[in-house]
């Protein structure tokens, strides 16, 4: 395997998961479920998860968002999937940012921090 | 000779790179560049002549307040105001609605209605709502049939006695609709409401005479016109101005104050309290100059030109998806697409990158994305240094913009 590279905004990561997301869809039985916009775009993503024995057991995302956006609740699917709760919520945009490999501007920084909003708001107790 | 033959030279921020690529700005809807002669305007007026306006006795103050008030006859003209008591200085668009919804606000009673459309700007859609809220009144708007016109017959059923403003746009910011603005303003008037312009992407574009449009109020902003930001301008009908009570107070908006209460200036300055944007009425003294020497009707003709071409260039892409009328329907100077597969943020991303700016997303236009069923769109808009080629190069852009992602 070719390591990532940096190409800009959209680097080799954003693509892929862009293109062919492993998170995106339904998640049935989900118990914690949270949606937001971003009030710069209109982007809104949903966070679905499904929490058993304090630990994030499977989860899923879907709605309406840019490839950066995608691929940020992409990379934070993978992140979170298996892991204590209390560990999900601790993860930042810096732990996402480190996956997407990409120059991401001020102006797009939203885009990957929304399913970050998204989680910690479906986490809330 | 070609418009922006003549004009590109003017602009010296079309010479910048971006990306590697040369600048092409197909951003103006959402503010306008600027010629050197509004730039010089402005830094020659700092240089030369800055002081407060209509209270210093002394020969700068005189001097900047006769640039200040020049610049409102300027306005006048440009816009064929029957009085300059007519032109009020506002912070820009948006400030210029709010501060007739402020006031008329205060006038509304429960039941009350306001008409706006689904073309709005959130500018001309939250004011109102906000008039309306503690007022118990209620915002109402004319939906859109065909390729983004305003439904007129619902327009008839929703106008009635109850309806005591209607506020719409003049061109849409998203669509480039052109509303019939006399007839609305015949019909509204006729039903006893009062009418409210945004001509926020009129005014740059077309040539006006606004006491002609039957309006009672017409707003719009200098950032899009050429002329710098944080200045536009407020026309109202002088009868509607003078039984229109100012809702914010200072300095320069009264003629004599006590401690309990106070008299209120004479028009147009009771409506502008505070120290004006001085400079920026000088720099759009400038923008107004270099648009009449162009020539509205040529600025117009050139600027439809170059929608029709988009329209059709844009239609031909495979993939590629238009918004708003035909390309042979009069039309604003902006045209809405969205490229299938792509979010429109991705494909403004991707533009960028080869150095071709257009916007993308909402346009603050959200009421009007749900009628289309989009969550956005991207847009490109023209100015009077927009050239066919640009277009060529945009639509070259789109054409493989898809593999790119």
């Keep these: 395997m070719t390591p990532a590279t940096r190409t800009g905004l959209y680097s080799d990561t954003i693509r892929e998961r862009w293109r062919q997301p492993r998170f995106r869809g339904e998640l049935p039985g989900a118990t914690a479920v949270a949606e937001d916009v971003n009030p710069l775009c209109g982007d809104r993503v949903r966070m679905m998860l499904r929490l058993r024995n304090g630990a994030v057991d499977a989860v899923r995302y879907a709605g309406d968002s840019c490839a950066i956006c995608s691929a940020s609740a992409d990379v934070l699917a993978e992140l979170i999937e298996g892991r204590p709760a209390a560990e999900a919520a601790r993860v930042t945009g810096e732990d996402v940012l480190a996956v997407l490999q990409a120059d991401i501007r001020p102006t797009r920084m939203r885009c990957v921090t929304l399913p970050l909003t998204v989680l910690h708001k479906a986490l809330q107790p | 000779m070609r418009l922006d033959a003549k004009t590109r030279g003017d602009f010296p921020i079309l010479d910048r790179i971006v990306n590697g690529h040369r600048l092409v700005y197909l951003d103006s809807a959402a503010s306008s560049q600027k010629p050197h002669t509004v730039i010089e305007a402005m830094s020659q007026y700092y240089a030369t002549t800055h002081a407060n306006v209509h209270r210093s006795i002394h020969t700068l103050g ?18 064929g105001a029957a009085s300059r008591e007519e032109v009020v200085f506002t912070r820009g668009t948006t400030d210029g609605i709010n501060l007739v919804a402020d006031a008329l606000g205060r006038t509304l009673r429960p039941g009350d209605e306001i008409l706006i459309t689904d073309l709005e700007h959130h500018s001309n859609i939250i004011p109102w709502q906000m008039a309306a809220r503690d007022r118990g009144a209620t915002v109402r708007s004319i939906p859109l049939v065909g390729d983004g016109f305003l439904d007129l017959d619902a327009f008839e059923r929703l106008l009635g006695p109850r309806t005591r403003v209607v506020a719409f746009t003049h061109v849409s910011n998203v669509l480039g609709t052109v509303t019939p603005v ?8 006729a039903a006893g409401a009062i009418t409210v312009v945004d001509g926020a992407q009129a005014a740059p574009h077309l040539p006006l005479d606004i006491p002609l449009l039957g309006c009672d ?3 719009f902003s200098s950032h899009k016109m050429l002329g710098p930001t944080g200045i536009g301008v407020l026309w109202g009908r002088l009868d509607a101005l003078q039984v229109l009570e100012p809702t914010r107070g200072g300095g320069e908006m009264i003629k004599e104050v006590w401690i309990d209460r106070a008299r209120w200036n004479d028009l147009p300055w009771r409506f502008e309290p505070g120290t004006p944007p001085i400079a920026e009425a000088v720099g759009l003294m400038a923008a107004i100059e270099y648009l009449e020497k162009l020539g509205m009707e040529r600025v117009a003709e050139h600027e439809r030109a170059l929608a029709r071409q988009t329209v059709e260039v844009l239609q031909a892409i495979p ?3 238009v918004y708003g009328p035909r390309a042979s329907v009069d039309r604003g100077a902006v045209v809405a697409f969205s490229v299938e597969g792509l979010h429109p943020h991705d494909v403004a991303a991707l533009l960028d990158q080869e150095g071709i700016a257009v916007r ?4 603050c236009a959200q009421p009007l994305m749900r009628s289309l069923g989009v969550v956005g769109t991207a847009r490109a808009s023209f100015s009077v240094y927009s050239s066919s080629e640009e277009v060529s190069l945009l639509a070259h852009a789109l054409a493989s913009l898809r593999t790119r992602l």
């Design chain 2, 182 to 189: 006399a007839d609305l303003c015949t019909r509204a008037r």
């Design chain 2, 217 to 219: 109020f017409y707003v």
């Design chain 2, 360 to 363: 993308a997303g909402h346009h």
């Design chain 2, 319 to 321: 993939g590629v998806r």
């Design chain 2, 62 to 79: 005189e001097e900047a307040t006769a640039l200040y008030e020049m610049a409102r006859d300027r306005v006048q003209r440009f816009i």
